[in-house]
């Protein structure tokens, strides 16, 4: 399954689940006014070379944004409560993605797998019609009928 059936999936069930694709756009920090005033030659800057790339420049004196402990607690949640919720997750998926197929559909996917050619449809042969009545009842009812 590739990674974009599985992102749909997931969106799918989860609408809060939404994965930014492209380049991340920079957020303002505050205090960002306060560095601008600082010239470039007193920054302290790092370079950083990733996977030889083009070097970046990443500035020491930026702050992070600062969170309370409730904050904190609610973005960092513990490995068991993660779990739970890719289980939920999971759940979710497996219940809307479930197919009921009968006997007859499941044998062609699997003769399909072993095979690994596309299975012919066969032909339903006419089942032969049969009585209960031999030929001798017949006649004997032409004969009380006719006579």
């Not at 399954?1 to 997931?10: D, E, G, N, P, T």
């Not at 939404?18 to 007193?42: M, P, R, T, W």
Request: with cysteine; glycine share 2%.
């Amino acid at each position: 399954m590739s990674a974009a059936i599985v992102r749909q999936a997931l969106e799918f069930v989860d609408p809060s689940f939404k994965v930014v694709s492209g380049k991340k756009k920079s957020k303002a920090k505050k205090g960002k006014e306060v560095f601008d005033l600082i010239s470039d030659n007193q920054k302290l800057f790092i370079k950083r070379n990733h996977n030889k790339k083009k070097a970046e420049k990443v500035n020491l004196l930026s702050t992070s944004t600062k969170y309370t402990v409730v904050e904190a607690k609610k973005l960092h949640k513990s490995k068991e409560q993660r779990i739970k919720e890719n289980l939920k997750k999971l759940k979710l998926i497996r219940k809307a993605c479930t197919i009921e197929l009968d006997r007859i559909t499941t044998k062609q996917i699997i003769d399909r797998g072993i095979t690994k050619r596309p299975v012919k449809a066969r032909p339903k042969s006419k089942p032969v019609k049969k009585t209960a009545f031999t030929e001798e009842d017949f006649k004997k009812f032409e004969e009380e009928y006719a006579g």
